[in-house]
């Protein structure tokens, strides 16, 4: 075996003293048969550049093409496989490593899978193999450290096992098709699969260096590269077809073709002149034909079109838009219109027929269609947004018929409508597209051989590399990056040198991610709870992320069929709380980014380019910006940011507190897309935690008439509230209304974010907000009523159900009466992203059994089965192919950011409190607080803490496993017992002086010299 970085894995991890995940003692969960439906695992960089893996071990969904779309049918590159030859005797056996067939290529008869998100596993089974076949794949993902995180790149590692008496011999296949140029949108087409308008100049290579195999792939796009740790490889740069490879690699395991290919040039000598079919820009429809009402009296005028569709791009003055919101109707009213637009005839003269096209993307009932005869040949149709985009519709084979156009509004649904502009004949199509070009395809193959009982494992990474990326809404310049490409374009000019990173850094890059995952899973929590709280991790690593050239981290709220909001919603993801745990960088990143969008008037938008507000999003804002401080080494990240955080906290008193009673007034957005007046626990709760949040911050950087404004007016916000909103009779807390026009009310619904600002209170230490008994009994109540299970498989909610048949979770809201007409939107809807905070926040009052028994019910929801149409809501602003995957948990769509919630489970079981520029830290575990072990994160570094009770004797251990972390006081809990308790303190086996205080059954121990621990050395406390 050679000596490469890849094929000393094992002797690395040996090593290091890591190993794999016991999935049986983690209680991982395995997943096959129908749970293999909804698998949606993504491999990649943070920030979204990632291939997404499916229940059949394919790499079903590849947005490594700056495309962060999720569309039906749309992101394939074919031709891109894995699979295994056998030979025993005169036996030989040919698979393709999934259990979707590749042409000739037959399937696996089955596998199963697991995860424990960065890592997924596939099992595979073939009762004709001689051998056991295995797959793991993963990407870097090291907390703390940014760049090795969003390396863009994925790791996949095939391990064989001889099961039988005779020796085999193996042979491992990697095919890949050179996708430089590809969109990740329009599929691949033509006879082998290698047609796309963005091929055409691809150029494949095999490299051998530095020990390792490469196939590097090349091209006018960017570039991709596939290597193997492996020398003595078979290869080849451009296999002729599916049918040919199969037999080549039959015949011997082995794989024969050119070092090097390249595009087949395209003549272009006899392409005809483009025509201008259609401009519209004439006051009438002329030679058009109207039905309906969806299309008025003649094109509209770009410039009177609604401002909320933005820029739509039409080509000149006027274009067809459906939308008919220019009669005066709000957009749902708009949608309703219905209707046709027939051209006269002509005769099809050139190969493709170009439109300019925006609006639905059904092409049945939104599109333009081409009749002959009065029949529909082809159509094509938008793709659910306002921006119109170049489509074309292949006509050659109709050359010489008589024809007509026809655009078709037949849907009153969301986004029933459609826009059509500047229709051309052409022999190309028009408008900077290409006609289709054609790649190439290269291999690697790898054969060994392995006597009976013995394995082996060959590690595959493919690495990519696609520059001056586009990015947001370029409707909008606040939120569009015109070639902004990626981040990790200012670490790597191309796959080649980002392959050659990764081989020279491989064994460093695999061991401290294997170190996160197994110092996570190393926790004594449920199961079911690590699983939760380490898949949403998964949101960084999928398209609902985006970080560009220029540094900007943008989040989208999910993956989702097409992104027409604006990004990073505040309100949205002040929820979100593992992202800036485990990268405090990209906390502090994000708030410095929130700050740029500040009103001059002190209001926080609620998404970066929009102008609306959320005050949740506000508030919860100025909650990020303490707890980013706290997540810093020293104090100067908050006196770069107060002035305006200042101004931010000032403008919410200003504008919703007036008379500063505590009580908020006036009417104002939130996260359930409408607008509230009054005070209502949720948005109260909230406010309280800011002013205190914000009380602390004036006073640590010497502000101090903002610090006693904020604090006397928190004081007074606490015993108002609590007095105002308290219902004896009901148990909880209900809104204080005050019915203003325009608003939806919550009235005396129990909500399930009641007590939201207490639950980010306890994760940052702010204290009590509202009574703890008071507080515990609305948490019951939240748990007792507003639990819901879903028996017949489609509730009838308003708006979205995202429950399958059998499935439990926890509404929005209960009414104990009648539901209000003007309810707030989404009242009836069960959503994971909320119901991590309400269960962390009954952890945190003691309410254990309750809140793990929501984060059960939506581990469970979470169980790999697929729930599509027919049984949740399949429509837009919703999940896109379903639900059910156990990485990625929807909201309104797929990888939804909110869901990074249930990190709070984790610091309300371990009872977890950290102030880095005072360089304290505090664990008193709910969770088994005589025999606990966790996983923590701290400013530089993290580790694992374990406390034990036992014999009379306390005992706390923090291992650092990674990075630094400084240290000058400690905090923990003991029983009631232990008021005379002494402690003694080593780190690294070194004692250290510490004074002891104990106050009730909190015991404090402040060093007499601060102790900095590094990586692989522990603090080591006793308390007797």
Known sequence: MSKTPFALLGLIVLQAGIAFVDAKACGLRTFEGQNLTAIDFPVGALGGSVIRLDGQAQRRWWHIFNNFEERPGSGFVPNSFFAIRTRQGNSTVVRALQTAPVGPFEPMQSLKFRCAFPFAWYDFADGKLPVSVSLEAYSFLIPMDLKSSAIPSAVFRYTVKNTGSLAVQVSLLAAQQNAVGFNGCDPVTGPDNRQHAGYGTNKNRIISTGGRTVLQMTGAAGSMALSAGETAMTSSADWKDLTTLHAD????????????????????SDLRASVLFEDFESENYENWTATGTAFGNGPVEASKMPAYQGNVGAHGKRLVNSHNARQGENFMGADAHTGTLTSGPFKIERHYITALISGGKDTGKTSLQLLIDGEVVA???????????????????FEGQTAQLRIVDDSSEGWGNIGVDQIVFSDKPEAGSQEPGVTVDGALAKEFELKPGEERSVTFVLSWHFPNGTFGLRDNPDWFFPEGGCQYENWWPDAMAVDEYVAAHFGELDRKTRLYQASLYESNLPGYVIDRISSNIAVLKSPTAFWTRGGYFGLWESTSSKEDWFGNAKHVYHYAQGHARLFPELGRLLRIQDLRTLSPEGLFPARDGDKFNAMDGHFGTILGIYREHLLSTDDSFLKGVWEKTRKAMDYAIATHDKDQDGMLSGSFGTTLDCAISGTSPWIGSLYIAALEASARMAATVGDDGAARRYTALYQTARVKQDAELWDEKLGYYKEKTENLPGAHVMGDALSIDMLLGQWWANQVGLGQIYPAERTRSALKKIYEQNRFTDVQGLYPTKWRDFLGKGDTGWQMFHYPGPVPANTVLYYDEVMSGFEYGAAAAMIQYGLVTEGLDIIKAI???????????????MEHMSTVFGCGSPVGEDECGDFYGRAMSSWSALLALQGFQYDGPQQSIAFKPIWQPEDHTSFFTAAEGWGVFVQSRKDGIQTERLELKYGQLELRELVFEVPAAKTDAKATVKAGGRPLAAKTSVHGTELRLNLDQPVELKAGETLLVEIR
């Open 379 to 397: 159509s094509v149709a938008g793709n659910d947004g306002n921006k119109m985009e170049c489509k074309s519709l292949p006509v050659q084979k």
């Open 249 to 268: 690699f039959e015949e011997n395991g082995q794989i024969t073709g050119a070092a090097e290919a390249a595009s087949p040039a395209k003549d272009e």
């Open 859 to 873: 581990h469970d929801r979470y169980d790999g089965r697929l729930r599509a149409q027919g049984e949740v809501h």
